[in-house]
Every structure is written in structure tokens, then in C-alpha cells.
């Protein structure tokens, strides 16, 4: 596909499940599709879980799919490492700048290692949202499509060092790869750049402590492919853990911080209390919570849940978490609302459930001018132009089963916006 004259009709931004989702739709449904994925690879946060609720598999079930539809598919061009920077409307149709950074890898890449032995330089592990660190030349996620290396280039300090280069057997690694800017014609856009974790650490009371950690750093430690392959262990001392309390809403539903609810942390939690139980059958989980949402089939996850004798789920506000100089354990104050009194609860580790943030409230390369957010910083579809539609956790929070549904229905408006403009 030539950049001026492309056939491309669709462009979807952001390749998590939603924007997967849409990218299929659309293109089974006979559209030329223009995927644009920031990072180095598609599946966005659903690839950081270790399990989905309700029914408890592994990402790989709903992703591999999903995947291999899309590079068996000869109407999805895929750009990862791509962001939109412009997009220019007319007549129907929309110019879209895309800025693609270097992967400093090319396709010749087989994914062997062998780079990845060689590198001196290291960074902090994203997908393991910090714990950890990789090479400055790593492979993204071992579920990674494209599946090749990539290099972070605020860690390598380029041909100075060159020590990957003779490691590669495939001449795959290019340092002199730079910056590429691309212009699309499309019919519309959708926007499905989906959420960020919310930063807890600047509520006041909760404090950054070595044993707490957020909702997503959860599903990093319960993960096989994660810092400490699987075993939920204290982050401190990597000790085994004998209790464990989940602060609910920590920053969400607070004029302070999140005013809104992001809908899937009480059943976050509720889920990650089972990986919790899979692994110490006697540990005590305290989930503390203001109310317990669990909409619509969820409720009977939950039922399960309240079966479980040492789950102790408490109606009440965490107002502060300390802790214990001589253990590392943390020391919870918060109030029971049902038994009308302060308690203190020492634990192993706390575990904060982080609302979600909108991906593209702060980015400044995004076009915000022309993309009017709600109040909360979501994208909303009755602000934006004709042939802009917005789907799954960028237009508002919402689990995977609900951001299939919104993208499908995404892609069908935007297939009708490119009908109208052809007759148009
Ligand atoms: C702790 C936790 C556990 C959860 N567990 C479950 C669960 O078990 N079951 C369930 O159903 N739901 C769960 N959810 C919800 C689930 O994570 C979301 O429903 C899902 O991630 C939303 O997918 P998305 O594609 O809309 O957004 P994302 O997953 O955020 O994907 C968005 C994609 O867009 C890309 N992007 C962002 N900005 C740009 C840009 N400017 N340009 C290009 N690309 C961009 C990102 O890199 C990313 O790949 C959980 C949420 C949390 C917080």
C-alpha cells in the first residue's frame, strides 16, 4: 500500500483487546484497517494478567486468537511503536500523520537471545510494571506479536557500545534506524488507546511502602512469566505471605484524585483473592471496600468468593497504612462500618486496587485538540467529529467481555461512516 493513494479506510488507534477487536471487525467485514499501536506490541494491559474473571484463564486464550486473525489477515497493516500525531479532515475523509519511533530491529529478528547475552545495559521492567529489570535490547512479552526484539533507546547508548551487533547471526539490529513519519487517507478513525494505572501513591495515608503494591503489579507477581515466575511473595524480602489486605477504591471515587469509579477493582481484587487462596490455603485476605460491585453475572463470582472462610470482606474506608520497623509488615487503620469501630490489621502485604486513568488525558503527542474528553478525561462519542469514534476503556472503564461488545459496535459505525462518505 502506497502511503499517498492507500486503501486503507479504517484507522484504528491503539491495539489492546478493543482495538484489536475493532481492527478484525472492520477488516472481516471487508475494510482496509490501519492499526496503530504505541508500544512495541499488541494486547495492551490484557497481556500483563495472569487470568481474566470471570472464568479464570490465562489472556493467551482470548489474544493468540485474536492475533493470528490479525497477521493472517491481508487487510490489517499493522504500525506498533506508531503514535497519531496529526489528523487533518476533509470532504469526508481524514489525513492522519502517524510517527513511527525505531525498533532498531528489523524483521530478519527470530527471536533467538542472542542479543539480549550480549547487552551490558539494562532498564526497568514496563510489562512488570517496574519490578524488575530487563536487558536494553529484550523481547517485549513472550506473547509479543510482532514477535522480535526491540531496543529502549533511553538505555542503549547506540554505537558506542554495538556489543548486540556481532551477537546477531540475522544482521537483524540496525542502531541507525531513526524516527518515520506517515500520512493515511481514511474514512474514520477509532479511538481505543484505553486506560493507564492511576498513581496511588500521591493519596494521602497510603504512603509508598516496599510490602504494597497496586492491582497490576498483582497480576505481574501471580503471572508464570512474572518477576518472581508465579509465587506471590513479599516484595522486601521475598518471603512467603501470611496475610494480605486489599484497599479498595485507593484514589478512585475521591473528589481529591479519581472522581469516578472504574468499575472492575472490586472484581479485580475478588479475583486476585483466588490467587491468593491457590497458593497459602491459610492465609488471611482482608479486602476492605466502600461498596462491592459485581454487575450482572459477577454476582455469582462473588457468592463464590463469600464462601471462602478466611476472605474478610470489610465495609469501611482505609485512612492509613504504617508500618512495622522490625517485621516490614503493614499495619492497616481503617473503620468497619458494620461493626461501628476503628480497627488496625497487621498484614504481609497491601495491595492497593488503582483505578484507571485514561491513556490520553496527559499525551502530548495525541491530537487533543480535536478530541473533547468528559470531565473525567474519557473520550466522549458525542463530542467527537464525524467519522471519529471512541471505544472500550478510552471512552469509560470497563472490563474485556464489555470492551469486545463496544469495539464490534465501533467498527460497524465506522464502516457505515465510510459507506455515507462514498455515496457522499
Ligand atoms: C487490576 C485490573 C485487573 C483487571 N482484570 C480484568 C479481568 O480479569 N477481566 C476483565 O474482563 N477485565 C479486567 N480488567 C479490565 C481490563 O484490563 C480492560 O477491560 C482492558 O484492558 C481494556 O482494553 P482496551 O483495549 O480498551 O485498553 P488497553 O488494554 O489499555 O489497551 C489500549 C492500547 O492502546 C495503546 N495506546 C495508548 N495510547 C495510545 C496512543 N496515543 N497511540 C497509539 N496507541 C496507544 C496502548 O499501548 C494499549 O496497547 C482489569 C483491570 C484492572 C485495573
Redesign the pocket.
Known sequence: MSEADSRGRVMV???????ITAAIEASEAGCDVIL????AY?????AQ?H???PKLCPPVCGLEINLRRIRTSPRIRCLTL???VEVQASDGWHRVTVEQRPRFVNERCTACGACVAACPESRSDSFNYGMGTTRAIYLPTDLAWPFRHTIDPAACPGEQCGKCLPACAYGAIDLKMTAQRREFEVQSVIW????E?FDASVVDGLGLHSNMIS??Q??RLAAPTGPTKGRILRPSDGKEIESVAFVQCAGSRDENHLKHC?S??C??SL?QARYVRAQYPNADIYVYYIDLRSPGRQELFLAESQQDERLHLVKGKVAKVTEDGTSGDLIVAAEDVMAERSIRQKVSLVVLA?G?VP??RN?S??PSSMLSRDPHGFLSNAQLLPGHFA????RQP??????VRDATSAALKALQSCVSSHRG
Open positions: 488507534v491503539g491495539g489492546g483487546i478493543t482495538g496503530v499501536e504505541r508500544s499488541l494486547g495492551g494491559r490484557v494478567m487470568q481474566y474473571f506508531s503514535e497519531v481505543a488507546t484505553g486506560w494505572p492491582n497490576v498483582m497480576e472504574s472492575v477493582c472484581m479485580a479475583k488503582t484507571m491513556a490520553l499525551h503527542a495525541s471505544a472500550g476503556c478510552a470497563m472490563d474485556v467481555a464489555s470492551c
